[in-house]
């Protein structure tokens, strides 16, 4: 009977521990400034790290995209709402570069659309959360 | 030890994307992917197999195989020893993926297969170590598991990698149309050079079956060419001087000499490229949701998981546990979306790239998934069904009753014809449209012209010329009175130039001699195939609406002509929009077909805008969808691939959520209670890669896509009562009475209107409520055409070339009245 409650008990504290770890606010990392243009460095490693980048609307943004893997899903990132479909080589930094005009969300993915990255455009000098 | 590619792209999309080395790029690194995958799945099969076999089947194969052999491959140490490298070696992908996956929080299908394989492969080790600390009858180890999920993820993987190879392929098809070389004339010399080199201005010579490097326009010359490969109209084009002709077509047995007017990115060819390739990039809104969806399905799975065991461990049988975890696995496994990522991409490039092959542009997947849920389809009447250019349409002769046209007794026919020559020499010299539309209609009736020996423009009136010695008059009726013609059969012509005019046609007298001998007319014609192309719409279940300018009864002998279901008359330009919107909030989904650049509004406004491209001037950013080759049969296709493509994505979501919407529930074990029906994780896999299977192969059926083959669906043949009405424009005019050729309407008042019909040019008085008078020439235009406009007194005047309104700029009270 013991064992049985410890394994509901076990079941429910992981069923939580689940729900917050995929659904939990990410932690949004907001671009720097090079001169500008503001411009985040993404690593693509199995995913996008950082996975969300604030960036402030009317002002260039460049995504420097470092792959650091080879393989066919990662090898291009595609930004839909922008219509850009760039290719990534592998073990190289492929920058990407677009001026968002308003603001809003820019979701990207790769070109197999199984990883997910997100540009959080803000309202020009909004402070970012991050 | 990275290195920095700067590349850099505009939010338009009108970055490098559309040049040649890009697209070899990606292509080689999937053949490189697809060597690898290979290597990986062949380790994983010749591994899999054996161990597969004898733990399946070990009991059935004992009269074949001798005992030891049997027992040999069902040892738990050996299974270990062949699946390990499956596990490692080939799943190595699908873990790495997995798991990065998971710590990315963002997890995917490869992460439910990781997790599903990891937890079969550490139980199995247990099994196979320590199978004391479990109970008997759970001492059975799930290695044929690993090994088979892994290898049947592998096949999957491959099948995906190969349809993306293919799709690429529809781009490759397109990029290796690009033509390779050129002869151009430079200072004097002709050079062959690369088709890349050729430069705006250049020269281009085309000699018998050679392919056209760059757009340009003929200046020497004359051919027919196959613009099949851009327009998909197999029929061959006949090019002449002043013709425009497209890079990549190939020339038929003429030469030619042509300008270059556009190379490199700008040619028209280069613009589809880049157009197919943007559209392929883009999400249909369907696949937004799947998109949400699957961001849910991977911790929910997980989270099914982890209560299926509990739900086994405190209620299923002993032993509990093995249950329990069996099951979960199962789950895990089964509910692998892997189909669920291609489902809809595959089906989007494939139907795009199969469009361009048939001269449809589409440009977006939503405009792809858009134009299936359209009802109504507007057509614009200038450009779109008809034309859009004047032609000579009929040739009256005095003394005959107007009906009877050209279809008079032989004996006069050498006389008429001798007449046509002069008349056609008269206008030759002239630049006016209308002229043009008379020397191209004498000459296709296999006459010649001769030259004038003299020639006179009378602006606002006509020409007057000495042909062969003869004087000849072509004009209005004002050009007639100035010139003293004898109008004897006036009342004759009177009647026929005014049932011309009733007709939405421009009559033009002629008189030889100082006698008055014929009225011609010149108008838009329909075009070939419209008619057709609109019962097939019908067919389809479309409502097809005519929007037009012109008055009602013009209109409506339009509508008759082509077949349309209703038509809405006397519609100005700049209220088009607004009778989109109208027929929108009738509850309609209206797609709109007009000429891309002057239709744009409408086009804009309309669910769908499918613009008519000329073949060179394609006009791709306006619209949705570009309809190449100009012809309404496009649509057609367009409408046609939209459905097909639409219908096969359903079908693969439907494969892709089927096998785990069933899948899931019996991996839980909820048959069990009823039949003890389990699903064992091996079958469960086998069922993942099935799906994966069936919708690639569902997808690839897109491609055998034949326009001419598709037979409608809906026979819902609604017979609907031809309609006719008025567009819903302030200040639309009463049937019959000409506004002024204002464009706005606040401008229009009765003052100005009065003023207008007192013009010399009175016959036309009877033409469109919103086609409007070129004040000089009296040609019928529609002010969307026009050729040059001017402002004057607050009005706005249309002309139907520069030269008219030239002469109406030097002197406007002279056309006015």
Not at chain 1, 11 to 25: D, E, N, R, T
Not at chain 2, 181 to 191: F, S, T
Not at chain 2, 614 to 641: F, K, N, P, R, Y
Not at chain 2, 779 to 798: F, R, V, W
Request: glycine share 10%; hydrophobic share 45%; with cysteine.
């Amino acid at each position: 009977m013991f064992v049985n409650a410890a394994v509901v008990l076990a079941a429910l504290v992981a069923s939580v521990a689940i729900i917050w770890y995929f659904f939990a606010p990410r932690k949004a990392a907001r671009a720097g400034r090079e001169g500008e243009v503001q411009t985040a460095r993404i690593v693509v490693k199995g995913g996008y790290t950082p996975q969300v980048v604030d960036v402030e609307a009317g002002t260039p943004v460049r995504l420097r995209f470092d792959r650091q893997e080879d393989g066919e899903c990662s090898s291009h990132v595609v930004f839909s709402d922008l219509g850009i479909d760039r290719t990534l080589p592998a073990f190289e930094t492929t920058d990407v570069e677009f001026t968002p005009s308003k603001p809003g969300d820019l979701p990207y993915a790769c070109g197999m659309n199984m990883l997910h990255g997100m540009v959080h455009v803000l309202p020009k000098g909004a402070k970012g959360n991050g | 030890m990275s290195q920095v590619r700067n590349q850099t792209a505009t939010p338009t999309g009108n970055g490098d994307s559309a040049n040649v080395p890009a697209a070899a790029d990606p292509d080689a690194e999937r053949k490189r992917e697809i060597k690898t995958l290979e290597r990986r799945l062949i380790v994983a099969a010749v591994l899999t197999v054996p161990v597969f076999v004898f733990a399946m089947f070990g009991m059935w194969l004992k009269a074949f195989v001798p005992m030891g052999v049997i027992g040999f491959f069902t040892n738990p140490w050996v299974e270990l020893v062949f699946v390990t490298p499956v596990m490692f070696y080939s799943g190595w992908p699908i873990h790495r993926t997995g798991w990065l996956a998971l710590v990315h929080r963002a997890p995917e299908m490869n992460s439910l297969v990781a997790l599903g394989t990891a937890a079969s492969y550490v139980y199995s080790l247990v099994v196979t170590a320590a199978p004391g600390i479990l109970p008997p009858s759970a001492r059975e180890p799930y290695y044929e598991s690993v090994g088979t999920i892994i290898t049947l993820m592998l096949l999957g993987q491959l099948f995906e990698a190969h349809a993306r190879l293919g799709t690429g392929e529809s781009i490759r098809a397109l990029v290796n149309l690009t033509p390779k070389r050129a002869h151009v004339e430079r200072g004097g010399r002709q050079l062959d050079i690369d088709a890349g080199q050729v430069e705006v201005g250049d020269i281009v010579v085309i000699r018998p079956g050679e392919q056209l490097p760059v757009d340009g326009e003929v200046i020497d010359g004359s051919s027919s060419i196959d613009e099949s490969m851009i327009t998909g109209e197999s029929m061959p084009v006949t090019k002449a001087k002043g013709d425009m002709v497209t890079g990549a077509t190939i020339n038929g047995n003429g030469t030619l000499r042509y300008r270059a007017t556009k190379v490199g990115r700008d040619t028209v060819l280069a613009q589809i490229i880049k157009l197919v390739r943007t559209a392929q990039t883009s999400k249909a809104p369907i696949q937004k949701l799947a998109d949400r969806i699957s961001g849910y399905f991977v911790p929910g799975v997980i989270l099914i998981a982890i209560w299926t065991f509990v739900i086994w461990w405190l209620l299923g049988p002993a032993p509990q546990g093995l249950y329990g975890l069996v099951s979960a696995v199962a789950v895990l496994v089964i509910a692998c979306p892997c189909a669920l990522g291609i489902a809809t991409p595959l089906s989007v490039t494939i139907s795009t790239g199969k469009a361009a092959r048939f001269g449809v542009l589409i440009r977006s997947a939503e405009a792809l998934q858009t134009a299936r849920g359209v009802d109504t389809v507007v057509l614009d009447k200038t450009g779109t069904i008809t034309r859009g250019t004047p032609e000579l349409t009929d040739v009256s002769w005095a003394g005959d009753s107007a009906d009877a046209g050209e279809t008079s007794g032989s004996s006069d026919d050498a006389s008429r014809n001798a007449m046509l020559s002069l008349i056609a020499g008269a206008e030759q010299a002239s630049e006016h449209p209308l002229a043009q539309a008379i020397v191209k209609g004498v000459r296709q009736r296999g006459l010649e012209a001769p030259k004038a020996d003299s020639f006179e423009a009378v602006p606002g009136g006509g020409v007057a010329a000495k042909v062969d010695g003869r004087d000849v008059l072509v004009g209005n009726n004002g050009l007639m009175d100035d010139r003293h013609v004898d109008m004897k059969a006036s009342d004759d012509v009177e009647t026929t130039a005014g049932d011309y005019a009733r007709q939405g046609k421009t009559p033009i007298l002629v008189a030889i001699d100082g006698t008055l001998v014929a009225v011609l007319a010149v108008a838009d014609t329909v075009k070939p195939d419209s008619a057709k192309a609109i019962a097939a719409l019908r067919e389809r279940g479309l409502q097809v609406v005519m929007l037009t300018g012109d008055n009602e009864t013009t209109a409506k002998a339009m509508a008759d002509q082509v077949g349309v279901d209703r038509v809405i008359a006397g519609v100005r330009p700049e209220r088009k929009a607004a009778e989109i919107v109208r027929l929108q909030n009738e509850g309609h989904m209206v797609g709109m077909v007009g000429d891309g650049i002057n239709d744009a509004p409408a086009l804009a406004a309309a669910d769908v805008g499918f613009a008519i491209g000329t073949g060179t001037d394609v006009a791709i950013e306006s619209s949705d969808i570009t309809l190449v080759s100009g012809s309404l049969t496009g649509l057609v296709t367009a409408i046609d691939l939209s459905r097909a493509a639409m219908r096969n994505i359903k079908q693969n979501l439907g494969f892709a959520f089927g096998y785990n919407g069933i899948g899931i529930p019996i991996a839980a074990g909820i048959l069990y209670p009823l039949w003890h029906i389990m699903l064992n994780p091996m079958i469960a896999g086998a069922a993942m890669a099935f799906s994966s299977l069936s919708v690639v192969l569902n997808a690839n059926r897109l491609r055998g896509f034949d326009p001419k083959a598709v037979r409608p669906r809906r026979f819902a043949f609604k017979p609907r009562e031809r309609h006719v009405e008025l567009g819903e424009a302030e200040g639309t005019a009463a049937p019959g009475k000409p506004v002024g050729a204002s464009s706005d309407a606040s401008d229009t008042n009765n003052h100005n209107a009065k003023a207008k019909e007192g013009t010399t040019m009175d016959m036309n008085m009877n033409a469109g409520a919103s086609t409007v008078k070129d004040p000089v020439c009296g040609m019928m235009i529609d002010p969307k055409t026009a050729a040059a406009s001017l402002e004057h007194d607050g009005q706005t005047y249309y002309f139907c070339s520069q030269g008219c309104a030239d002469n109406f700029a030097a002197d406007p009270a002279k056309y006015l009245g």
